[in-house]
């Protein structure tokens, strides 16, 4: 199993200002993914954060609003840009070392935007 | 795209009955993961189905995934103050190689002691 950490846990922040959120897990693994999950709504994949290369965006989900990182096999960023108060969510990310393979989520980190 | 509906929305249930959570997909499924998620936390893995009338168990809660791979269902016995919680399946579309995640609704489990 993946163990993931997330920081930061948790942030209020002011509109207009951005922020980073930083996903490590414990060991190496293929596929790295950005959730959000709005208040009392499901999870929505935001992208897959590939290692090397720019990240595969969801419909909807643009690269100047949700820039990411992915320098290494352990380690994704998350920047949540240009903050607007629909931006307050819960941000998780996952990974999972391939097809069928158990994708394992972080704790996640809630944001409110002010 | 694929759309998972789960049922019942919300479930109040009292300490120590059973109960069942049900997760349909519009399309065959090729891997269905069954989450929990505490309010405001991060979502812990319970379990993931791939065969068609596949059956797991974890202490008391089974999931099972039907032949034609398009419903699961997950069955808490003798449930606990600790089963509460918010449960998502999560679904794998069906095309090899793809392994994003496609999340149900939700059903939000209320135990009452």
Redesign the interface.
């Given at each position: 199993s993946a163990v993931?950490s997330?920081k930061p846990s948790r942030d209020i922040c002011q509109r207009g200002t951005s922020l980073t959120i930083q996903c490590q897990v414990d060991s190496q693994v293929t596929?790295m993914?950005w959730y959000r999950q709005q208040p009392g709504q499901?999870?929505?994949?935001i992208a897959?954060a590939n290692q090397g290369s720019e990240a595969t965006y969801?419909s909807g989900f643009v690269i100047d609003k949700f820039p990411i990182s992915r320098p290494n096999l352990t380690f994704s960023t998350l920047t949540v840009s240009n903050m607007s108060p629909e931006d307050s969510s819960?941000y998780?990310c996952?990974a999972?070392t391939?097809?069928?393979?158990?994708?394992?989520?972080?704790?996640?980190t809630?944001l409110t935007v002010l | 795209s694929q759309e998972l509906e789960q049922s019942p929305q919300s479930l109040i249930v009292q300490e120590g009955k059973n109960l069942t959570i049900n997760c349909t997909s519009s399309k065959t499924l090729y891997?269905l993961?069954w989450?929990k998620q505490k309010y405001?936390?991060?979502?812990?893995?319970l379990m993931?189905l791939?065969k068609g009338g596949e059956e797991k168990s974890h202490e008391k809660i089974t999931a099972k995934l039907d032949e034609k791979k398009q419903q699961s269902s997950l069955h808490i016995t003798a449930s606990q103050p600790s089963h509460a919680g918010i449960y998502?399946c999560?679904a794998?579309p069906f095309n090899?190689?793809n392994?994003?995640?496609?999340?149900?609704?939700?059903t939000r489990l209320t135990i009452i002691p």
């Open positions: 993931i997330q596929m993914f499901s999870l929505t994949l897959t969801e819960i998780l996952s999972g391939g097809p069928f393979d158990t994708q394992y989520f972080g704790p996640g809630r | 891997g993961y989450y405001g936390e991060g979502l812990i893995f993931m791939q998502l999560g794998v090899f190689g392994e994003k995640l496609t999340f149900g609704t939700g």
